[in-house]
């Protein structure tokens, strides 16, 4: 079982479209009994809250739903839990390695996996539901890909 963890500040837009869109990319693909797929915040400002109604909205363009979904913290234990721990951007990389106290192994940003130091682009500041699904689905991508090369998939 391979154990994903994403990561933003509050949990309500990348971190669950994230984990959303990689559920349903596994789903799709017929590998979904291979993996558990959650997501947390860095911060508390959101815990307990759901989804932000623009992710909801631009998931359920695509026919995936975010029900149930309410926003939980990071723990330092997560970092035993989770195989991989994938943030969104340099902020919350830097803040996953202080809450954890870790600053290698498990710890990745999304981008990677499609080669780029890029952030996932926040739609809380650019209201761009569109380009953060892009980014992100691009990134799940890439995450697939890296599993297949290193024979975890």
Same mark, same amino acid.
């Given at each position: 079982?391979?154990?994903? @963890?994403?990561?933003?500040?509050?949990?309500?837009?990348?971190?669950?479209?994230? %984990?959303?869109?990689?559920?349903?990319?596994?789903?799709?693909?017929?590998?979904?009994?291979?993996?558990?797929?959650?997501?947390?915040?860095?911060?508390?400002?959101?815990?307990?809250?759901?989804?932000?109604?623009?992710?909801?909205?631009? @998931?359920?363009?695509?026919?995936?739903?975010?029900?149930?979904?309410?926003?939980?913290?990071?723990?330092?234990? *997560?970092?035993?839990?989770? *195989?991989?721990?994938?943030?969104?951007?340099?902020?919350?990389?830097?803040?996953? %390695?202080?809450?954890?106290?870790?600053?290698?192994?498990?710890?990745?940003?999304?981008?990677?996996?499609?080669?780029?130091? %890029?952030?996932?682009? +926040?739609?809380?500041?650019?209201? +761009?539901?569109?380009?953060?699904?892009?980014?992100?689905?691009?990134?799940?991508?890439?995450?697939?890909?890296?599993?297949?090369?290193?024979?975890? @998939?």
């Amino acid at each position: 079982m391979i154990k994903v @963890l994403f990561i933003c500040h509050g949990n309500i837009c990348r971190s669950p479209m994230a %984990e959303f869109v990689l559920k349903d990319m596994v789903k799709t693909g017929g590998i979904s009994d291979r993996f558990y797929i959650a997501s947390a915040a860095t911060s508390t400002e959101e815990i307990g809250n759901p989804v932000h109604y623009g992710t909801v909205n631009k @998931l359920r363009e695509v026919g995936i739903s975010t029900a149930g979904k309410c926003a939980v913290q990071l723990r330092k234990a *997560d970092y035993d839990k989770y *195989d991989y721990l994938i943030g969104m951007d340099r902020y919350n990389i830097r803040n996953i %390695e202080r809450m954890t106290g870790h600053r290698s192994g498990k710890i990745f940003k999304l981008l990677e996996f499609t080669g780029s130091d %890029e952030d996932v682009a +926040d739609p809380w500041y650019t209201h +761009d539901f569109d380009r953060t699904y892009e980014d992100i689905v691009k990134g799940c991508e890439g995450f697939l890909d890296y599993l297949k090369e290193r024979g975890e @998939l």
